[in-house]
C-alpha cells in the first residue's frame, strides 16, 4: 500500500469512528444520538447564561430539562458501548474505570484551575468570590474535598454524577443480565423513592462544613433515569411491545400536552414545579418518561446516519465542550454581570452566542489540528518504512 493510500486508509478509520479519549473506537457510531447528545450539551450551554434563547431551550417542553436528557442519554450509551464486554469482566471493569477516570480528570482540572486563576489574577478574587466560597477560608480542606468529590461549586455537579454512575455500570449491566431489566428497575426505583427523602452524599459532604456540597444532583434519585436508559439500551423489546398499542401512545401523547400546557401556565405552583429538580420528583420522572416514549418512536423512522453536521460534533466531543464551557462562564461571569446590568436580555442573549462559540470551537480547531498531526505523522513514519 502506497503512502498516500495509508493517509487515505487512516483518514476514513478515524471519520468513521471518531475519537473519544484518545482512542478509536471500534463499533459504529448511531449519529443520531450523537446529534440528540449534542443538541442537549448546546441547550445546557445557552440555559447557563440566559437571554432571549433560553427562553426557548429551559424546559420547553415541559417540566424536563437537557440535564435529564444527557443522564439518560449516558445510560443508553454505555449499555451499547460496554454491553459486549459481558462475557470478559475484566476488561468491562477497565473500560468503564477508564472512562469514569477521564470523566474525573477533566472535572478537577476544571474545579482546581478556577482557584488558580483566582489566585494569580487580582479581579477574579473580588468578583469570584462567592461563587469560588470556601476557597477564600479554607483553601487547603477545600481542594482535599474536591479530589474525593465531597465539594462541587456551580456547573461542577454534572461531571461528578457521570463519573460515579460509569463506575456503577458494570455492576447493573451484569445485573441486568442475571435477573433481568424489570428487577433491577424496581431496585433502581426503590433508590429513587430513597432519594426523595435524603441525599446521603450532601449529608456526608456538609459534615466538613455547612458550605460544603456536592451540587445540584441527588446521586441515588438521578440514578433511575441512567439505569433507565442502560435498560432500554440493553433491552428494548418491552417497551416495544408496549408502544404497539395505539391507545398507550394516545395516552402518553395526552399526558405530554397535559404538562406541556401545565409548564406554560400562570398557576402560582407552576414556578415551584418548574425549580424543584435537584431530587428530581415524580413530575419530573413521569414528564420525562412520557417524552422519552414519543422520542423513541419518533426516532425509529429517522436513518441511524441521520445527524445535523456541527450539533453532532458537539455530541462527539461532549466532554471536553462541557468542561470548557465551564471554564468559558466563570471567565465571563464579571463581564455577565455588566452585560446584564446594561443591556438587560439582549446583552445576554449576544454574550450567550460568544461563549458558545468560544465553547465549542477551540475544541473543534484542535481535534482537527491533532488528528491532522496524526494523520502527517503515520503518513511520514509510513514514508520512512518503505
Not at 206 to 225: D, H, R, V
Not at 249 to 278: G, K, P, Q
Amino acid at each position: 500500500m502506497c503512502g498516500a493510500e495509508r493517509y487515505s486508509d487512516v483518514r476514513r478509520q478515524l471519520s468513521v469512528a471518531g475519537r473519544h479519549g484518545g482512542s478509536l473506537l471500534t463499533m459504529e457510531r448511531d449519529r443520531r444520538i450523537d446529534t440528540i447528545r449534542g443538541l442537549l450539551v448546546a441547550i445546557m450551554i445557552i440555559d447557563h447564561v440566559g437571554g432571549y434563547l433560553k427562553l426557548a431551550t429551559e424546559q420547553t417542553l415541559g417540566y424536563v430539562s437537557a440535564a435529564e436528557g444527557f443522564v439518560f442519554l449516558s445510560g443508553f450509551v454505555c449499555a451499547r458501548a460496554y454491553g459486549r464486554y459481558l462475557d470478559n469482566t475484566r476488561q468491562l471493569l477497565t473500560k468503564t474505570f477508564r472512562r469514569s477516570f477521564l470523566i474525573y480528570r477533566y472535572h478537577i482540572a476544571v474545579a482546581l484551575l478556577l482557584p488558580l486563576l483566582a489566585l494569580l489574577i487580582p479581579p477574579y478574587q473580588r468578583s469570584w468570590m462567592e461563587l469560588l466560597h470556601p476557597y477564600d477560608v479554607a483553601p487547603l480542606k477545600t481542594v482535599l474535598l474536591d479530589l474525593v468529590l465531597l465539594h462541587q461549586g456551580d456547573y461542577l455537579d454534572i461531571l461528578p454524577l457521570y463519573a460515579w454512575l460509569l463506575l456503577l455500570c458494570p455492576a447493573l449491566l451484569l445485573l441486568v443480565r442475571r435477573v433481568g431489566a424489570v428487577s433491577v428497575l424496581a431496585v433502581s426505583f426503590g433508590f429513587w423513592v430513597a432519594g426523595q427523602f435524603v441525599d446521603p452524599m450532601q449529608l456526608i459532604a456538609s459534615s466538613f462544613g455547612a458550605q460544603y456540597g456536592t451540587g445540584f444532583f441527588n446521586l441515588i434519585s438521578w440514578q433511575f433515569l441512567f439505569t433507565l436508559g442502560l435498560c432500554l439500551g440493553t433491552s428494548g423489546q418491552w417497551l416495544d411491545r408496549l408502544c404497539a398499542n395505539k391507545m398507550v401512545l394516545a395516552t402518553v401523547a395526552v399526558c405530554c400536552l397535559v404538562f406541556f400546557a401545565f409548564r406554560h401556565s400562570d398557576l402560582a405552583v407552576n414556578h415551584s414545579l418548574l425549580v424543584d429538580r435537584s431530587k428530581l420528583p415524580i413530575h419530573r420522572l413521569l414528564n420525562f418518561c412520557f417524552l422519552m416514549v414519543l422520542l423513541r418512536q419518533m426516532l425509529q423512522n429517522v436513518p441511524r446516519d441521520f445527524f445535523v453536521p456541527y450539533v453532532e460534533y458537539i455530541g462527539r466531543h461532549s466532554l471536553q465542550i462541557f468542561s470548557l464551557h465551564v471554564l468559558v462562564i466563570y471567565l465571563f461571569r464579571p463581564v455577565a454581570w455588566r452585560v446584564d446590568a446594561m443591556f438587560d436580555e439582549a446583552g445576554l442573549t449576544a454574550l450567550s452566542l460568544v461563549i458558545f462559540a468560544l465553547s465549542t470551537l477551540p475544541v473543534y480547531v484542535y481535534n482537527r489540528y491533532r488528528q491532522s498531526s496524526f494523520l502527517l505523522f503515520r503518513q511520514g513514519l509510513d514514508s520512512g518504512l518503505r
